[in-house]
């Protein structure tokens, strides 16, 4: 595609890996019923796979765009910004639904759980145990990961490399003690309203902290390519928005489900 136009934006070349991931999700969630039908995970890990490999070289693409042709110009950054800021708004209205099911079942429980919150029979956990080390865990992280803006803003590779992987083992370790509390759950996901609005939220909160610890992985590895200067590194950028979202959901999470809700 010509690329002399008289106008500052990128008109996006003919790329396969929006239909590739299509047919990933499709295959994966294909797989994904199969799995619960039927306890079989070849069609699962085949969507994982063209998944993966579709998001790699859909990345890869948009790496060569942006840092090797020039081609996120100023008025194309703004663009990025604001759909970045767009989705993270879709995301708070996404646990908004959440936390409202959470609310008015627990604001005003009904009969058939006893007229009691938690239920009756519900051994809820305890919110200064593994909760509150989670809650200190990943506002550290949040510490960590502006603590790696500013040195990158300050053109400190060193520092930078240091506090985004710090930023990123407590995210792997907040995944583990996520994983080790619900295996120590007295109650699951079919526990009445209570256990559905426990695993929804906190589950898909858990979910964002995997895919918010991958997204700095990747930039720790294009920071580690020379990939961001002090002035062109929107890339990180967005996932340090994205994290700071993970954490402030997980604030609420933590005041209102495991706190307040206990």
Known sequence: MSTNHNHPYHLVDFSPWPLTSAI?????????????????????????????????????????????????????????????????????????????????SSLSPNIEIGSNWPPLNIMPFNPFQIPLLNTIILISSGLTVTWAHHSLMENNFTQTMQSLLITI????????????????????????????????????????????????????????????SMNHHFGFEAAAWYWHFVDVVWLFLYISIYWWGN
């Open 24 to 104: 990933g999700s499709l295959t994966l969630v294909t797989g994904l019923v199969k799995w619960f039908h039927n306890f079989n995970l070849n069609i699962l890990l085949l969507g994982y796979c063209i998944i993966i490999l579709s998001m790699y070289q859909w990345w890869r693409d948009i790496y060569r765009e942006s840092t090797l042709q020039g081609k996120h110009t100023i008025s194309v950054s703004k663009g990025l910004r604001w759909g970045m800021i767009l989705f993270i708004i879709s995301e708070i209205f996404f646990f908004i639904s959440f936390f409202w099911a959470f609310f008015h």
């Open 169 to 228: 083992l407590l995210g792997i370790y907040f995944s583990i003690l996520q994983a080790y509390e619900y295996m120590e759950a007295s109650f699951s996901i079919a526990d009445s309203i209570y256990g559905s609005t426990f695993f929804m939220a906190t589950g898909f909160h858990g979910i964002h902290v995997i895919i918010g610890t991958m997204f700095l992985l990747i930039c720790l590895i294009r920071h580690n390519n020379n990939h961001f």
